[in-house]
Every structure is written in structure tokens, then in C-alpha cells.
């Protein structure tokens, strides 16, 4: 395992997801007063970053095959990302605000990839725990950019750009420090270039996961937050409470549950974390309110043994044909997972209605998580096999790859 490459590349993850972040909280601000948008204006300013990042993402993986100097691109993509943050400062309309906030989605997607294929060079043999640390620290960003974002939205909305800008100039310096052992000897390029079997059911999982991944995420921070405002009636303090109740565990144990994964594999994590999730999740329109914080937290530690195995699953994907592209293909689905998370949710709400014109809560929370239960039980059949094949090669083709531990 590099160990300086992986505090690298921890610290730069980081830094890179609490610019992000530090926007939500002030986009009625940002948006609808300083430069006079809409209520759905606001929101596509959220989606842009995600949909530029969609496309940009292939074409940045597709130049990074042809230049294999990850540092480099690290660099000039958190300094561009960095630009960005100043150009939305400084924008005088929302059409030049948009389009700074298009060149953010354009850096920071494959920013978040080209990371995550850094710390699979350079765990070696415990690609568990050094994907482990890089979504520990990808989700400690989450959790930190958001109520920070809220303290400097209150004294100075534009603080959150100039902040913002700040941090990804350190990630980028950060990102100078990153060097893994396929930087100095590139792998082959048919371990590079992605290609997908679309006929084999198996070739879809990886992207199956990466997309629930965050579909859940958008329909808990959405429709989820909505429940406990309408249902049990709790101030902006309690809801922030309990979903910190969820990410601070998910964002902690992440490193653990990739640690653990080197141990025993990625099969029996992944597919028991993401049967009980589906059960918890279920339940969230049942229990009583006071049982609440215990299955946030519950939920929380199922979604980290979730998230990193999904990270070493794709690893394994990877190095068995795939190629790493696969890593941008996998970030792709989970924006497409984010999109239509609140979407879905919110056709839920508007259509699922008791005759008094309420929400059935208890039937969309269950459907969500029926539908992850099935996706385990199907993942179960379809990934045993390989589980079963890859684990007796694991070692060998790290012995062959010549990665250092």
C-alpha cells in the first residue's frame, strides 16, 4: 500500500467535496435573490454540476488512457474547478452564473474519478481499505460542507465561491503529491480502456450499485426530509440531526468496511449490507418516531458496508476485462442515481395519496427499500460465480501487476 500517495489523495478528496457542498445551503441566495431565478432555476443549478460532469467525465477518461500522468490531471482539473468557483463570484448575470457552474460539474466529476482510480493503484493488495479512505474521506466532505456552507451563507453568500476557491487551490496542492505505481509504469491499455459486455447481466451490477447508491442518498435528502417535517412535524434542527445521525456513520465507517473487505471479500458485504439497508429503509414510515435516530444510524453503517464494497467490486470488474474506465462509468450511474432520486420521490408524494389527500408514506418508503432487497437477492444469483472464480485469482494478478503493499 503507497501510504503517502493514499494521505494524498484523502486530503485532496476532501478538499474537493466540501466546495460542493458549501452551495446547497444558499441556493435560494445565490440564485433566486442575487441574480432574480426561479425556484426551478434553483434547482437545475444543482443538476447542472451533475449533468456536465456526465458528459465530461468519458471524455477525460478517454485523454487520461492517451497520458497516464494522473497527478497532472489532478491538478489542472482542481485548479480549472477552482477558476470556476471564482467565475460564479464574480458572474454578473445568471446566464454567466450558469455557465461557471458548468465548468465546475466539467472539472469536479472526473476530478472525483481520476481519485478514486488513483487510490485503487495505489492500495496493492488492500484496494479494500485504500477505497475505503477515499469514500471515508469523499463522504467526511459531504458532512462538512453543508453546515458550513450555511454559517457563511448567513454573514456573505458569496463567501461560500470565495471558500470555495481557497479549497480546491489546497486540493490541487494536495493532488501534487499524488503518485501511484501505474503512474511510473502504465498499465496495459487493456486494463485501461473500458469495455462493457452488455449481454451479461453481471457487467451491468457495478453500475446497478453506483446508480442506488446515490438514488437513495437523493430520495432520502428530499422525500425523507419531507416525511419528518409533514409527519412528525420536527424543526430544521432535528431533521439536520437525523440525517447527520446517518452520514456521520456512513462517512466514518467506510475505511473500516474496505478493511474488512480485504478481509473476507467484497461478496458478503455488499449483498448482506444491501438486503438489510432495503429492511431498514422499509421501515422508515412504520416506526415511531422515537426509533428514528436508531435507524439512522443503523442505516448509516449499512450504507458504508454498502459503498466501499461497491468501490472494490468495481476494482475487481476493472482488472478482470472491464478496464478503469469502468471507475468513470460507475461515478456516471451515480449521477444519474442523484438525478432521479428526488424525481422519483417526488412522483411518489404526488401519486401515492391516502383518500384524504395525504402521502402514503409507509408504501413509498417500503417500495424503495423492497426494491434494494431485490437488487440484493438478484446481485446474490448473478455475482456468486465470479466471486467464486475471482477469489482464487486475487492474489496472483497482484503478484503479476507488480503493485507494491
Same mark, same amino acid.
Given at each position: 500500500?503507497?501510504? #503517502?500517495a ?6 485532496a478528496t476532501?478538499l ?12 435560494t ?16 443549478f444543482v443538476?447542472?454540476?451533475q449533468l ?7 471524455? *477525460?477518461i478517454?485523454?487520461?488512457?492517451r ?5 497532472a ?7 480549472l474547478?477552482?477558476?470556476?468557483f471564482?467565475g460564479?463570484?464574480a458572474?454578473?448575470s445568471?446566464?454567466v452564473?450558469f455557465?461557471?457552474?458548468a465548468?465546475?460539474g466539467i472539472?469536479?466529476? #472526473?476530478a472525483?474519478t481520476l ?10 493488495r488492500r484496494?479494500?481499505a485504500s477505497?475505503?479512505?477515499a469514500a471515508s ?5 459531504v458532512g462538512?460542507g453543508?453546515?458550513?456552507g450555511?454559517?457563511? *451563507?448567513d ?5 461560500v465561491?470565495s471558500v470555495?476557491?481557497v479549497?480546491?487551490v ?10 501511484t ?7 496495459p491499455?487493456?486494463?485501461r480502456r473500458?469495455?462493457w459486455?452488455?449481454?451479461n ?6 453500475l446497478a450499485?453506483?446508480?442506488?447508491d446515490r438514488?437513495?442518498?437523493?430520495v432520502f435528502v ?5 416525511f419528518l417535517?409533514?409527519v412528525h412535524?420536527?424543526?430544521a434542527a ?10 456521520l456513520?456512513f462517512?466514518?465507517?467506510c475505511? #473500516?468496511?474496505?478493511k474488512?473487505t480485504?478481509?473476507?471479500g ?7 449490507a444491501?438486503i438489510l439497508f432495503g429492511?431498514v429503509?422499509?421501515s422508515y414510515g412504520?416506526v415511531?418516531?422515537t426509533w428514528?435516530p436508531a435507524?439512522m444510524v443503523?442505516s448509516?453503517?449499512?450504507?458504508a458496508l454498502m ?7 468495481v476494482s475487481e470488474?476493472?482488472r478482470?476485462g472491464a ?8 461515478q456516471?450511474?451515480?449521477?444519474f442515481g442523484?438525478?432521479a432520486?428526488?424525481?422519483?420521490g ?6 401515492l395519496?391516502t383518500?384524504?389527500g ?9 417500495g424503495?427499500?423492497v426494491v ?6 438478484f446481485?446474490?444469483?448473478?455475482l456468486?460465480?465470479?466471486?467464486k472464480?475471482w477469489?482464487?485469482?486475487s492474489?496472483e494478478?497482484?503478484r503479476?501487476?507488480g503493485?507494491?503493499?
Amino acid at each position: 500500500m503507497n501510504r #503517502p500517495a493514499l494521505r494524498a489523495i484523502a486530503a485532496a478528496t476532501f478538499l474537493t467535496l466540501v466546495p460542493i457542498t458549501l452551495l446547497v445551503p444558499g441556493l435560494t441566495e445565490l440564485v433566486v435573490e442575487m441574480h432574480g431565478g426561479t425556484r426551478f432555476q434553483a434547482h437545475l443549478f444543482v443538476a447542472l454540476n451533475q449533468l456536465a460532469g456526465i458528459v465530461a467525465v468519458p471524455f *477525460v477518461i478517454r485523454l487520461h488512457r492517451r497520458n497516464e500522468n494522473t497527478r497532472a490531471w489532478l491538478v489542472g482539473l482542481l485548479l480549472l474547478d477552482a477558476l470556476s468557483f471564482a467565475g460564479m463570484r464574480a458572474a454578473g448575470s445568471l446566464e454567466v452564473l450558469f455557465a461557471w457552474r458548468a465548468v465546475d460539474g466539467i472539472a469536479h466529476l #472526473p476530478a472525483v474519478t481520476l481519485l478514486m482510480i488513483a487510490a485503487n493503484r495505489a492500495g496493492g493488495r488492500r484496494r479494500g481499505a485504500s477505497l475505503g479512505i477515499a469514500a471515508s474521506a469523499l463522504m467526511v466532505g459531504v458532512g462538512v460542507g453543508a453546515p458550513l456552507g450555511g454559517v457563511l *451563507v448567513d454573514r456573505d453568500p458569496l463567501l461560500v465561491y470565495s471558500v470555495g476557491a481557497v479549497l480546491l487551490v489546497v486540493a490541487a496542492a494536495a493532488a501534487a503529491f499524488v503518485r501511484t505505481p501505474a503512474d511510473a509504469s502504465p498499465i496495459p491499455s487493456a486494463h485501461r480502456r473500458y469495455h462493457w459486455d452488455r449481454r451479461n447481466l453481471a457487467a451491468w451490477m457495478p453500475l446497478a450499485y453506483g446508480f442506488t447508491d446515490r438514488f437513495l442518498i437523493g430520495v432520502f435528502v428530499s422525500t425523507f426530509t419531507l416525511f419528518l417535517t409533514e409527519v412528525h412535524g420536527v424543526n430544521a434542527a432535528a431533521r439536520g440531526m437525523l440525517m447527520s445521525l446517518f452520514l456521520l456513520p456512513f462517512a466514518l465507517l467506510c475505511w #473500516p468496511a474496505g478493511k474488512l473487505t480485504d478481509r473476507v471479500g467484497w461478496f458478503a458485504p455488499i449483498i448482506t449490507a444491501n438486503i438489510l439497508f432495503g429492511l431498514v429503509y422499509a421501515s422508515y414510515g412504520l416506526v415511531p418516531f422515537t426509533w428514528l435516530p436508531a435507524a439512522m444510524v443503523l442505516s448509516g453503517v449499512l450504507s458504508a458496508l454498502m459503498f466501499a464494497p461497491s468501490l472494490v467490486l468495481v476494482s475487481e470488474f476493472s482488472r478482470h476485462g472491464a478496464g478503469e474506465g469502468l471507475f468513470g462509468t460507475f461515478q456516471v450511474a451515480g449521477s444519474f442515481g442523484f438525478l432521479a432520486g428526488p424525481l422519483v420521490g417526488g412522483v411518489l408524494v404526488e401519486t401515492l395519496r391516502t383518500p384524504a389527500g395525504d402521502p402514503r408514506w409507509e408504501a413509498i418508503f417500503a417500495g424503495v427499500g423492497v426494491v434494494l432487497v431485490i437488487l440484493g437477492l438478484f446481485s446474490w444469483r448473478i455475482l456468486a460465480p465470479l466471486a467464486k472464480s475471482w477469489g482464487e485469482s486475487s492474489s496472483e494478478w497482484v503478484r503479476d501487476r507488480g503493485t507494491a503493499d
